[in-house]
């Protein structure tokens, strides 16, 4: 199986910052995309931002300029830095990893457990 274990949410003022992590472990031969989501109460999950295996990235709008996504393919880890929070950045943020299992096989997506990030003064 494939587990990945997310860590660095909290409890941040506006304007602040605060750095997530998610690790992938378990039977992996190789990992795909790479991303970040974000669900806040009574809203849809959103994509927030993106990176490929060989270092595409894409971001949702609102955190352009503001949140930098990057991986380190040697840990399978992926990062995402953000600066600049808002309160409306408020939510439950999850990565997602699309893994291929075997050379052989189609890659798959994973999820992390999900990390609170809380934006308030």
């Known amino acids: 199986q494939v587990q990945l274990v997310e860590s660095g949410g909290g409890l941040v003022q506006p304007g602040g910052s605060l750095r997530l992590s998610c690790a992938a472990s378990?039977?992996?031969?190789?990992?795909?995309?790479m991303g970040w989501y974000r669900q806040a109460p009574g809203k849809e999950r959103e994509l927030v931002a993106v990176i490929t295996s060989g270092g595409s990235i894409n971001y949702v709008d609102s955190v352009k300029g503001r949140f930098t996504i990057s991986r380190d393919n040697a840990k399978n880890t992926v990062y995402l830095q953000m600066n600049s929070l808002e309160p409306e950045d408020t939510a439950v943020y999850y990565c997602?990893?699309?893994?291929?299992?075997?050379?052989?096989?189609?890659?798959?997506?994973?999820w992390g457990q999900g990390t609170q990030v809380t934006v308030s003064s």
């Open positions: 378990g039977s992996i031969f190789s990992i795909n995309d």
């Open positions: 997602n990893a699309k893994v291929r299992r075997q050379r052989w096989l189609s890659p798959v997506g994973y």
